[in-house]
């Protein structure tokens, strides 16, 4: 059994705030409550003392809830999961970063020659979103798989980073520090959507070649079938119905989406040029995504 699909499962129960004993080699235990279990197995279920194994034999010889691929306890899971909230909320403390190396960091080489003062500073959030995109390759068989793409919502840039999800808290955070958003969720998505083609796009695409051939050789077997009869309306509808049947297709949907609040330090400077001139500028700096940028 895979070692991450095993925390998938006890990281459920962590979630959970359960944490499952491990009473003989390759049995758990865990107490599940009332709520838990009509979650699980329907209004009828009450607690128990749950008993689960990753190892078919051992959940015939002691019988235990098996956990595997395709099994009943591994959906149930599943299910479960699936039916929790769509859209979620999250964010990531000022704290958990060194404001001092942040303001260090930005003043380097910002002003070469020149003196840079900090009239003063405050912190914000930031708004990015988090996507999870569903995607099917349908060829002559299909190809699913599922992408993350983070999007900043207030350039509609997709970001190319590792969000360090052990930082993440829960919920939101105070309206008022929130830097206002300059897209919407419309336009992150194509956003998303057009990063996700791009990346397909570099792979090839070997995954629609037998498609394609398949769909000329259909289309010779109508020809010949509706000789001289190519431009009546039953050869049209039957080319039709062939195209879509075997044309190639890419189809995407977001299963899960969650919006994540990154702090931001905020600069006021005075900047001095080596020709004496001062300019006044507003830096902005966000440590998740390593950018310092005017605004």
């Known amino acids: 059994m895979n070692a991450t699909f095993k925390q998938l499962i006890f990281d459920f129960f962590s979630l959970c ?17 009332d709520a838990l279990m009509k979650e ?3 209004w009828r279920a009450r607690g128990r003392l749950l008993q689960f194994t990753f190892e078919p034999d051992l959940a015939e010889t002691f019988g235990a ?5 395709g099994s009943y306890r591994l959906n149930s899971i599943v299910q479960l999961v699936r039916r929790q909230g769509l859209l979620s909320r999250a964010h990531i403390p000022h704290h958990f970063f060194h404001e001092p190396s ?8 910002l002003n070469p020659g020149g003196r840079t003062y900090v009239v003063n500073s405050s912190i914000a959030y930031g708004q990015y ?23 900043d919502l207030s350039d509609a840039r997709v970001l190319r980073l590792n969000l360090p999800t052990h930082l993440l808290q829960p919920g939101g955070v105070d309206e008022t520090l929130l830097r206002k958003r300059k897209y919407g969720l419309k336009k992150a998505y194509n956003a998303a959507v057009e990063n996700i083609l791009a990346d397909l796009d570099e792979q090839g695409h070997d995954w629609t070649l037998a ?8 289309k ?15 050869y049209e509808a039957k080319l039709q119905e062939v195209k879509t049947r075997l044309m190639p297709t890419i189809q995407m949907n977001a299963i899960r ?3 994540i609040y990154v702090p931001l330090f905020q600069y006021r400077l005075i900047l001095v040029r080596p020709d004496k001139t001062e300019t006044s500028q507003n830096l902005s700096c966000d440590p998740i995504s390593s950018l310092c940028l005017f605004h």
């Open 102 to 109: 942040i303001r260090q960091k930005a003043m380097a080489g």
């Open 220 to 234: 010779g077997r109508l020809r010949e079938y509706f000789e001289n009869q190519s431009d009546s309306p039953a």
């Open 65 to 69: 809830d098996l956990i595997v691929p």
């Open 211 to 218: 498609a394609w051939e398949r769909l000329e050789e259909e």
């Open 40 to 42: 699980l197995d329907g």
């Open 129 to 151: 979103i988090m996507l999870k995109i569903f995607v099917r390759l349908k060829g002559l068989s299909s190809q699913d798989s599922i992408h993350t793409r983070i999007v």
């Open 257 to 259: 989406a969650a919006f």
């Open 17 to 33: 705030e359960l944490e499952p004993l491990e009473i003989r080699r390759g049995i758990w235990q865990v107490n599940a409550d």
